[in-house]
């Protein structure tokens, strides 16, 4: 690591301290003075040449290309401006935190320091935030390795890193993926995902309608996680959806698929849910 001083300041570095001295400042009432300064970080580590040396190319440009496309960037982002600072701090933090929290290529933990699991209800809420910041880049980036590397051919969709067996598997996430694939469509007028992993959707749609999750009753029933291990539970699944942007036929029903809203999934007609498979006309291919 390194750190430097752009401008005409006066500065002096205490090496038994390990820090910069800036000073003396001059600075007259009403008049706020501004330092800028840089902290650059080698990764992974290398030599301390190198990274003197890169050090010394941005003190002579004041890092001005840099700052540029910084600026340029959080430009095309969203923010608001509220009098609420509760508002203000949470949206702030989420805009300038998500971003670095989520790596180039869509991988991020839903966890804190050496967790490393990656679930998909985690990132899809995730992603949720990324696209209300405005982060549209980041936010397919990361749909695209949920839709690639996190859910099964079969639609098992992945838990802590791993496809669990069937009696362990939540379907809630599925609904998760499904509302934040509508909300990135509905900001960024992009379906090409939905479109593209059309069946892959569609197998997950589908996977809670198998009989091997139905008992007696005709319910779904799947083991959900708890504190102290797993504990049965039974989750009412509709037998006849009228609409992904409709109501069960029950309206009192809350569709597992679809704790908020559904999309569409590729298709923007009706469609429907008989038994356990969906009529041709649920998802037009395009």
């Known amino acids: 690591m390194a750190c430097a001083v752009i401008g005409t300041t006066p500065t ?16 007259a009432p009403g008049v706020t003075v501004d330092l800028d300064t840089l902290f650059l970080v080698q990764i992974p580590a290398g030599g301390p040449d190198d990274l003197l040396k890169r050090m010394q ?16 960037k959080w430009a095309a982002t969203s923010f608001i401006s509220t ?4 508002v203000q701090e949470l949206f702030d933090k989420a805009r300038l935190g998500l971003p ?3 790596a180039a290529d869509g991988t991020m933990d839903a966890g804190i320091f050496e967790y490393g699991a990656q679930w998909v209800r985690d990132t899809s809420n995730t992603v949720i935030g990324a696209i209300h910041t405005g982060q ?3 936010a397919r980036n990361t749909l695209e390795r949920v839709l690639t590397r996190m859910i ?4 098992v969709t992945m838990i802590a890193n791993a496809f669990d067996p069937p009696e362990r598997e939540q379907f809630d996430q599925m609904g998760e993926l499904l509302h934040v694939l509508k909300s990135y469509r509905d900001w960024t007028g992009d379906d090409s995902l939905i479109r593209q992993h059309r069946d892959l959707l569609l197998a ?4 809670p309608l198998h009989e091997r999750f139905r008992d007696e009753t005709g319910w779904s029933t799947t083991a959900a996680s708890s504190g102290n291990g797993c504990s049965t539970t039974r989750t009412n699944w509709p037998t006849r959806l009228t609409s992904f942007r409709g109501s069960a036929t029950q309206p009192t029903w809350r569709p597992l698929w679809a704790p908020r809203t559904a999309p569409g999934v590729g298709g923007r ?5 008989e038994g356990n498979a969906f009529t041709s006309d649920a998802c037009p291919r395009p």
């Open 12 to 27: 002096q570095i205490d090496e038994s301290q390990g820090c910069i001295r800036l000073g003396p400042i001059a600075i």
């Open 57 to 72: 190319v941005l003190q002579a440009s004041s890092a001005a290309p840099e700052r540029a496309t910084t600026r340029a």
């Open 83 to 86: 009098k609420d600072q509760t």
């Open 100 to 102: 670095g929290m989520i």
């Open 136 to 138: 549209f880049e980041l």
């Open 152 to 155: 099964s051919k079969e639609g």
């Open 204 to 207: 997950a749609i589908e996977r």
């Open 269 to 273: 007609g009706r469609s429907h849910v």
